[in-house]
């Protein structure tokens, strides 16, 4: 499944990450990181708990409408509020940090990410390309808190949860068509 999903650049300005999850996925994550991704996955929800995972996607979501809505306002009209980030919101955020699991997401956005490049490049041999040392590299072009913000779009595409806040655009619809 092919997913745009919005980050922040690390210079601060709002960004696109392109993200295909298919079969080998789990595969070049565990060739790149030595580790099996759904035990991270599985040892993460162990954590958080799967009802704050769906906490964090509804997060995700008003974040998002509320973004929409900003883009149809007039700039006379923006008086839209940011949503208010509540005690447990920041709970379930800590706790992700805290579970020493924040960087499995970075590193699944980042498989996920190199594949959908190597994908539209029709590059064959970008497994080759997947190292620790690419990956650092990568990190240094994005925020790094904007991975736990979005945690929950990065994992429900790997694990196929059509539920996500974000709708595909006819370029998604088509490279996943390939």
Known sequence: ??????????????????????????????????????????????????????????????????????????????ETEEPEVTKEDMEILISILSSKKFGMV???????????????????NYASKLSIEDYIEWMEDWDSMSFLQGATEFINLYIGNKAGSSTPKKEDAQLNAR
């Open 106 to 124: 970075s590193q699944l956005a980042y498989v996920m990410n190199r594949q959908a490049e190597a994908k539209e490049e029709n590059d064959a």
């Open 1 to 78: 499944m092919y997913k745009r999903i919005s980050v922040t650049l690390a210079s601060g300005n709002p960004g696109v990450m392109k993200c295909l999850s298919n079969g080998a996925t789990a595969i070049r994550y565990s060739q790149t990181f030595k580790a099996d991704l759904l035990t991270e996955i599985s040892d993460l929800l162990s954590v958080i708990g799967t009802e704050n995972l769906l906490k964090m996607q509804e997060m995700e979501k008003k974040k998002k409408l509320l973004e929409e809505q900003k883009k149809n306002e007039t700039e006379e009209e923006n």
